[in-house]
C-alpha cells in the first residue's frame, strides 16, 4: 500500500507543479472555444500542493 501512496503523492506534486509552471511562464490553455483562466491554476496548485501534502504526512503516521 505504501507504493500505491507514494505514486499519488508523486502524481499531485507532478499536476501542482504543472500548475506553478503555467503561472511563471504565463501561457494561456485553451479548449475548444474556451480559454481556461490563470486563476483555474492558482486553485489548482493550491489544492494539489495541499492533498499531496497531506497525503504525504499521513503516508508517515
Not at 506534486?13 to 483555474?40: C, E, K, L, Q, S
Request: aromatic share 12%.
Amino acid at each position: 500500500m505504501r507504493i500505491f501512496t507514494l505514486l499519488t503523492v508523486l502524481l499531485l506534486f507532478a499536476v501542482a507543479a504543472a500548475h506553478v509552471y503555467r503561472i511563471m511562464n504565463n501561457f494561456d490553455v485553451i479548449i475548444g472555444p474556451y480559454t481556461i483562466p490563470m486563476m483555474a491554476s492558482w486553485v489548482g496548485a493550491a489544492v494539489t500542493g495541499f492533498l499531496g501534502l497531506m497525503v504525504l504526512v499521513e503516508m508517515r503516521r
